[in-house]
């Protein structure tokens, strides 16, 4: 008897389990798996904390508490100038995968097609082609990130009937601009698709590379999902709370998913994500500057070290560096075992981002850690590699 679901089973443990379990094996500095080592917002943890005591811990209501939902609804006004009606135009879910999964499951038929750009986030194809979606691949590749218009609208066809697009882009750090949103909308309208967009690093674009939502582009407020995660918006990726804004026959749609999926996500959590988005603006530019900060920190240390070479990095917590002028002349995958094993800090290689032929010299560093941290381990490798 085959156990695992046909298609699930043809899927390994995720690299970002991986590479964590290889950090803890060998006491290494963990710059793989993509969390902050911080503690998060203290008042946003009161919060938490108190809501567990004060609140009923009961079922809250499938599509959110209300609280939650105005402070969505409010947060799209504030930042992107958004209208959204909270009663009929937000979810909540448990974390942004979830999110994502809900959508999947929600809006697919067997056969339908999804235009994805990789490097992928590691959830996307299992829970597409687990809900009989038929993936459709554009490539971008470091360092430029460049997409090609006639790549991308050979990709669409009348089966089309998502596109996924994540912007700030993990692993790519790419923060995709006006022109390219245009081109991407364009195609969406043109082809009648609905587009998910994972924005969960929407507070994390650097300097001029402004976060724009699909969304806010002429005609796509009414065929676009956008989601977002507590755990980037607060620095604690454990909390996983997500908060999906859509017209509210997608969000009607997705949240048939989402109700035999999980039904609902913790009520403190939610209550305390409620009171962290109505925080001022400079609770949100502080995070961004710290994590541009750490960014420039870590590129700068990096690149000191023989044979490394950072590429260009927009937004999301993630750094890149081509390794390909250093002395080690195996895979990605095995430089990233060897300097955990070897110079104690752990990468993530970027080829497990890809499915078609992917680039075999660039590894992921995780920046959004403590300045201290980030400086052992850069010390550590240009130790190793002098
Ligand atoms: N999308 C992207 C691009 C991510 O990097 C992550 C998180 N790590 C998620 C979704 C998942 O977010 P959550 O933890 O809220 O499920
Ligand atoms: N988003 C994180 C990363 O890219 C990891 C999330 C996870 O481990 N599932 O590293």
Redo the contacts with the bound molecule.
């Keep these: 008897m085959k156990i695992a679901n046909g298609v699930l089973g043809t899927f390994g443990t995720?690299v970002?389990?991986v590479m964590s379990r290889l950090a803890i094996e060998h006491g290494s500095i963990n710059l793989g798996?993509?969390?902050p080592d911080g503690s998060g917002p203290r008042h946003v943890l009161e919060k938490a904390a108190s809501s567990l005591y004060d609140s009923p811990n009961q079922y809250p209501p499938m599509l959110g508490l209300q609280e939650l939902r105005e402070s969505v609804a409010s947060h799209n006004k504030r930042f992107y100038d958004i209208e959204i009606d909270w009663q009929t135009e937000t979810m909540i879910s448990t974390g942004a995968t979830e999110g994502l999964a809900a959508c999947f499951f929600g809006l697919l038929n067997p056969g339908d097609e999804v235009v994805l750009i990789e490097p992928l986030?590691?959830?996307y194809l299992p829970i597409i082609k687990r809900a009989g979606g038929v993936p459709k691949l554009v490539t971008i590749r470091p360092p430029k990130w460049d997409l090609d218009p006639v790549e991308l609208r050979a990709a669409f066809s009348e089966k089309t009937k998502l596109l996924l697009l994540n912007s700030p882009q993990?692993?790519a750090s790419k923060v995709y601009t006006y022109e390219e949103l245009s081109l991407i909308a364009d195609l969406v309208k043109e082809f009648n698709v609905i587009a998910v967009c994972d924005e969960v690093y929407e507070h994390m674009a650097f300097g001029d590379n402004k976060h724009i939502p699909l969304m806010t582009l002429p005609g796509m407020k009414d065929r676009s999902i956008r989601i977002g995660s507590a755990g980037k918006t607060f620095s604690l990726t454990g909390w996983k709370v997500g908060y999906l804004t859509g017209h509210q026959d997608l969000i009607k749609a997705v949240a048939k998913a989402h109700q035999f999926l999980v039904f609902t996500t913790a009520p403190n959590l939610q209550r305390a994500v409620a009171f962290g988005l109505r925080q001022g603006n400079d609770y949100f530019d502080d995070l961004n500057s710290v994590m541009k900060s750490k960014r420039d920190r870590l590129s700068e240390s990096l690149n000191k070290i023989t044979g490394f070479k950072t590429v260009n990095c927009q937004g999301s917590y993630f750094l890149f560096v081509d390794i390909a002028q250093t002395e080690f002349s195996g895979t990605d995958i095995e430089f990233c075992k060897h300097i955990t094993t070897e110079a104690g800090v752990t990468a993530?290689p970027v080829s497990a981002f890809y499915q078609s032929e992917a680039p075999q010299n660039f590894i992921r560093f995780?920046f959004a850690k403590e300045d201290a941290l980030l400086d052992e381990a850069a010390a550590r490798l240009a130790t190793h590699f002098s």
Excluded: A, K
Aim: glycine share 8%; net charge negative; with cysteine.
């Design positions: 995720t970002f389990e798996q993509g969390f986030y590691d959830c993990n692993p993530v995780c």
